[in-house]
Every structure is written in structure tokens, then in C-alpha cells.
């Protein structure tokens, strides 16, 4: 069985992945399904990275303010020290 070849496309969404699988079902044509499936999970990965990165930066955010009053131009800056520590 020879491997398909397939590339990621970052301009598709997963919703349209899904419709390219329904289409595959109602014509029974699988033959981009494993294609289909590999750019599915590239942005699965990619929502899951950013979710995991979203709860750095609010943990760091309460750590860098917890029980003080800042004022917005400081809780601005308190953003950018605890964004440049996650990238490090």
C-alpha cells in the first residue's frame, strides 16, 4: 500500500475539513480522508498549544497582580514581562 501524500493548508478551517469528510461520505470517495485527517489534527494541535499558552500568561498575570491595585498602564506592562517569560 503506497503512502498518500498530503500538505497542510493553514488556510482551511476545521469546520471545512468536516464538510470535506461528509462530502467523501455521501459520495463514498475516501481517497483524501487520511489527508483530510492530518490537517484536522495540525490544527487541533495548534488550538490545544494556544489554549495551554492562554493559561501561562493567566497564571502569570494573577501571580504579577495578586492582592495589589495597578493601574491599567502597569497591568499593561505586567502583560509584556509575563509574555517575553513564555517565550524564554
Not at 6 to 31: A, G, P, Q, W
Not at 47 to 64: F, H, N, P, S, W
Request: proline share 1%; glycine share 4%.
Amino acid at each position: 500500500m503506497s503512502k498518500v501524500p498530503y500538505t497542510i493548508n493553514v488556510d482551511r478551517f476545521i469546520c471545512t475539513e468536516l464538510e470535506e469528510i461528509r462530502k467523501m461520505i455521501t459520495t463514498h470517495d475516501f481517497s483524501a480522508l487520511a489527508a483530510t485527517v492530518e490537517r484536522i489534527q495540525h490544527h487541533g494541535s495548534a488550538m490545544e498549544e494556544a489554549l495551554y499558552r492562554y493559561q501561562g500568561v493567566k497564571y502569570g498575570l494573577v501571580q504579577a497582580v495578586k492582592d495589589k491595585e495597578v493601574s491599567d498602564e502597569a497591568f499593561r506592562k505586567k502583560v509584556k514581562d509575563v509574555l517575553k517569560k513564555l517565550k524564554k
